[in-house]
């Protein structure tokens, strides 16, 4: 694509990124096939072409955002499987979050959009308030029919029937390996997780200390910053991910890490671009040197033993997250490491369409959301599965709010079947309790 950038233009470290992003597209449309909105919506300026258009326009003549151009940049999931369709290697995903920044900096919401981010911006970062938050929704939820906005209706209707207690192997701290310690690593506990699902973080820590790793909690350590980047707050999110960073940091000089470990995807993936988030920032070596180890959960455990289990013939129905397979571009560990210990594994069709969450996107974008929602749940039903296994929180509340058949992430269910408890999400949709792991 030609690009006509000024000399001057060209000094901002940001569109000298976009420039370079834009040039390597060649207007080839293969990634309509596989954009969500685009299959929902059947407009071109829903499609990652029809966006870079849209974003080219805006930044090279310095335009202040229209309402066209915010509602089709809005309208992005952020999925990225353009990113794995495309076959000139355009970043879609920096362009994307450029637009997003300068969306933020140079176009006025209506009134009502400006309160929902700044409440969202300001909450789902947040644990604790983000608890009491969603035991105010609890309360309303009743009452969502009621509410005029359809995104305050959707984020009603997001709290979950049960609010799990505060776990306490959340605070800082270390678990010891349970055998001869083969890695040292940092568990990143998250933000929104810590409040929808404490079982995950329980059975990770589990499952990493009886397979040879000790875990560390890091003090400071917190939310990544991919819920306000992805709103393009970048001064919010930069500054959630420099405690990370600097949280990480002091414990890979104190005692040396062998990864950070991170069981929520849609942050792995935000994590691990910390190199290009922080490149021109005096942290831009310590964000270089904690992208470069950080690590999904399966990654992790595709290193280490996790022996010869056996397990009842449960069928799961592996749901890929975006985060994972396009933007971490982790396809088979998730399915090869239940395979591993002894599950029946089975996909849906079309397993590279998202289920529309990402993010903030089912508060914002409702409708499409749950059009997207509908199709992932038909597919993965389609396959009659026992339990449905996922590796991104987001997706999981999403799927589980239109489905009876139990969801629970991977590690759940790796941990039970290596030794650790049955995974409470199964209890509380009625799979049969004789199904349990067999050791060897």
Not at 411 to 434: H, I, N, Y
């Amino acid at each position: 694509m030609q690009t006509m950038f000024s000399p001057e233009q060209l000094k901002d470290p940001a569109i000298k990124r976009s420039n370079q992003i834009l040039r390597n597209c060649v207007h080839c449309g293969f990634c309509t096939a596989t954009c969500p909105t685009y299959q929902v919506l059947g407009d071109e300026l829903d499609s990652p072409r029809g966006r870079i258009y849209l974003i080219k326009d805006m930044l090279e003549n310095e335009r202040v955002p229209d309402e066209k151009t915010v509602k089709h940049i809005d309208r992005c999931l952020s999925c990225l499987a353009c990113m794995s369709t495309c076959p000139s290697g355009v970043h879609y995903m920096h362009l994307v979050d450029h637009a997003r920044d300068y969306i933020e900096q140079n176009y006025k919401r209506p009134f009502m959009d400006r309160a929902l981010r700044w409440v969202l911006a300001r909450i789902l970062p947040y644990p604790m308030r983000f608890r009491v938050a969603l035991l105010g929704a609890k309360i309303g939820r009743p009452f969502a029919r009621l509410m005029p906005d359809a995104r305050l209706r959707a984020m009603l209707e997001m709290a979950p029937k049960v609010i799990p207690p505060v776990s306490r192997n959340d605070d800082p701290q270390t678990f010891a390996s349970k055998v001869p310690r083969k890695k040292r690593v940092a568990l990143m506990t998250g933000c929104a997780q810590k409040a929808l699902n404490t079982d995950i973080n329980d059975a990770t820590i589990r499952l990493l200390t009886r397979l040879g790793c000790d875990v560390v909690v890091a003090k400071g350590a917190g939310c990544c910053g991919a819920l306000t980047h992805h709103m393009g707050k970048t001064d919010e999110s930069h500054a959630a991910a420099a405690g990370n960073i600097k949280a990480w940091t002091a414990e890979m000089d104190r005692g040396g890490l062998d990864a950070i470990v991170i069981n929520t995807s849609g942050c792995g993936t935000t994590v691990k671009d910390y190199g290009h988030m922080f490149r021109n920032d005096p942290m831009a070596e310590d964000a270089a040197r904690v992208a470069a180890i950080a690590k999904d959960v399966s990654e992790l455990l595709m290193d280490l033993d996790l022996g010869e289990p056996e397990v009842e013939d449960l069928t799961i129905a592996y749901h890929a997250a975006c985060s994972l397979q396009h933007g971490q571009q982790i396809k088979t560990y998730p399915k090869d490491l239940l395979k591993k210990a002894g599950f029946t594994v089975v996909e849906p069709r079309d397993p590279h369409l998202c289920c529309g969450s990402a993010g903030t996107y089912n508060l914002m974008q409702p409708e499409i959301s749950q059009q997207l929602r509908d199709r992932k749940v038909r597919t993965l039903e389609a396959k009659n599965p026992d339990i449905i296994a996922a590796g991104n929180i987001g997706c999981m509340m999403q799927i589980g709010s239109a489905s009876d058949v139990p969801i629970v992430h991977t590690v759940e269910l790796l941990d039970w079947a290596t030794g650790g408890p049955r995974p409470p999400a199964l209890d509380q949709k009625g799979v049969a309790k004789s199904q349990v792991p067999i050791l060897r």
